[in-house]
Each structure stands twice: as structure tokens, then as C-alpha cells.
């Protein structure tokens, strides 16, 4: 399959310098004056460190509205105890520039965690999307995707964004945000982003500037054992869980610690019956200190 292609690392010779909004305030401010042209407004939110995937986002965002509001937040409710929550890369300055070589007008809104959470995290309302938050990540991430639903919907309310566009890199937090926009009755279109490759099959994320040499030369791997499975699938072996036990194996013997090789319906994560056909096979490895995901769609032939 080809990978999408990592264009925002060819060189911007446009420049246009985004507004960067601190506070709930300056936000509503920079909205109100956005909406009175009558503008369709698209959020993409994320947590920094933006990579050519996020940017890609960004552009999506922009064919689907007329102004982009990219949200900038290190969401602590979705780190778990002992997880990457200190360590996570903070680096706002590149991340503006990045964002200028779009080339392109942007409102960024890069709050500080008392903004959202004046209370602190732990007393905030949350938001639980029963079952799809439990599986898969949710299982070794218990709170994880109670965390992301939260913040996703504070910054829905706070922009309220005709679209929002997320990654489809993270496929279960796709489906949770989707679910819970359904169930919430929440007033947004939700567009989903192509993941996009390194050369070699590995794709973007911010975690993977901690992998060391040896570590990224094998993280590969991971997307490679998505494309074995779906195309065993695809050739009309039916025994998901005997491949899903050989995807396991595989990444134990290129060095890796799978939390689960998992084949699963795309819309709602379900195990798949006998008449299912779109179909995921998702991964959660660990390589080293570094926690990969991945995951690939396809279709199951009749
Ligand atoms: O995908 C991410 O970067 C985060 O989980 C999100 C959606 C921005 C919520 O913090």
C-alpha cells in the first residue's frame, strides 16, 4: 500500500505566522471575530511536537473549513501513572514554525494545564465511552481514553468547530472521539487523517524520537507484521486468532513486547463475526522504554 507522503518536509516558501491564543478569553476573542465573516472553522487537536502527520492534518482541516484552529495541550489526564506525561516533548517555538510554513492563516491555541483544569485534572468532570475505552490500549492504559475524551471534548466546547479532524495513527482514539460525539450528540463533523510513513513503513509519532538506533531500525517491523496479517486475510485464512498469536510471535522475535496483535471491525472494535469484512489489524508494542501503535484497514473478501 502506499504510504501517504511526508510533503511538509519538502521546503515552505510561503510564511505566514499563526496567532497564538493562551486563554479561554483571547480564544472566544479570536472566534467571535472569525465568525462574524461567517467562516466554517476546523479544529485539529493535538499535543505538540507536530511531525509532517500532523501537518498533513492541518490540511485536511483546511479543505474542510474556511479558518483552522490547531489546539496545542499536553493533556495530563490521559497520562497514566509512571507514563511519559514529564518526558513528552514540549517544543512550542518548532512547532509554530512548522506550522508558519504552512503558509497559511492559523489560530493556535496552546493553553497551560490551569486554563483547562483550573481545579486541577483530578476533580475535572470526565467523560467515559463505555466499553471502546476499556479494550485493546484502554486494557494496559486503564483512564487513557477517559483522559482523551475529556480534553477532546473541553476543546470542542471551546472552539465549536463545525469539523474536527483527528489521525488516523491512533485508530481507537479515533473510534472513541467518533463514538462519543454520536452518543453526546456533539455538533461537529469528525474527518479522519491518513497516517503518514517514513520510508520504510514506520509511522510518524511523536514517541519515536526515544527510540535509539538499533530500536528505530527495528520498529518497521511492527507495520510489516500489520501487512503479513491482512494479507494472510486476505487470502482467506479465517483463524484470527492463530494470526493474531503468529503477528505476537513475530514481533517477540524482532525484539519487541506486544501488548496485543488484535483483528478487528473498523467502525466499533468489535471481534469479528463470520460476515464482517472492514476490517483493522491493530499492534501495541513495546521496543525498548518506547510504546509503538500501529494499525492497517482492509477488506475481508467474501
Ligand atoms: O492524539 C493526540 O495528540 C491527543 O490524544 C489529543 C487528541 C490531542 C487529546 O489530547
Known amino acids: 500500500m502506499p504510504f501517504a507522503t511526508p510533503s511538509s518536509r519538502q521546503p515552505s516558501t510561503a510564511s505566514s505566522k499563526p496567532l497564538v491564543l493562551r486563554d479561554a478569553d483571547s480564544l472566544r476573542a479570536a472566534l467571535r471575530r472569525l465568525r462574524r465573516g461567517g467562516a466554517r472553522l476546523a479544529l485539529v487537536p493535538t499535543m505538540g511536537n507536530l511531525h509532517a502527520g500532523h501537518l498533513e492534518l492541518v490540511r485536511l482541516a483546511a479543505q474542510c473549513a474556511d479558518e483552522v484552529v490547531v489546539s496545542i495541550f499536553v493533556n495530563p489526564l490521559q497520562f497514566g501513572p509512571g507514563e511519559d506525561f514529564d518526558r513528552y516533548p514540549r517544543t512550542l517555538d518548532a512547532d509554530l514554525e512548522a506550522l508558519a510554513g504552512l503558509g497559511r492563516p492559523l489560530q493556535v491555541f496552546a493553553p497551560g494545564t490551569a486554563v483547562l483544569y483550573p481545579d486541577g485534572p483530578e476533580l475535572a468532570s470526565q467523560v467515559q465511552v463505555g466499553g471502546l475505552s476499556d479494550i485493546l490500549c484502554g486494557a494496559s492504559r486503564p483512564g487513557h481514553f477517559t483522559g482523551v475524551a475529556t480534553v477532546v471534548l473541553k476543546l470542542l466546547n471551546l472552539v465549536q468547530p463545525e469539523v474536527a479532524v483527528f489521525g488516523r495513527k491512533d485508530y481507537q482514539q479515533l473510534q472513541v472521539i467518533r463514538r462519543m460525539v454520536?452518543?453526546?450528540d456533539v455538533p461537529v463533523a469528525i474527518e479522519a487523517g491518513a497516517t503518514v510513513r517514513e520510508a520504510d513503513g514506520l509511522a510518524l509519532s511523536s514517541r519515536n524520537?526515544?527510540?535509539?538506533?538499533?530500536?528505530?531500525r527495528q520498529a518497521p517491523r511492527l507495520y510489516r507484521v500489520l501487512g503479513e496479517l491482512a494479507a494472510a486475510m486476505k487470502a482467506g485464512e479465517g483463524d484470527?486468532?492463530?494470526?493474531?498469536q503468529r503477528g505476537r510471535e513475530t514481533l517477540i522475535a524482532a525484539g519487541m513486547r506486544p501488548d496485543y496483535v488484535s483483528i478487528r471491525c473498523q467502525r466499533d472494535l468489535r471481534v469479528p463475526g463470520a460476515e464482517d469484512r472492514d476490517l483493522v489489524v491493530l499492534a501495541a508494542a513495546r521496543l525498548g522504554e518506547t510504546r509503538l501503535i500501529d494499525n492497517l484497514e482492509f477488506q475481508r473478501p467474501r
Open 182 to 184: 454520536r452518543d453526546l
Open 209 to 216: 524520537r526515544y527510540l535509539n538506533q538499533a530500536e528505530r
Open 240 to 244: 484470527l486468532a492463530a494470526l493474531e
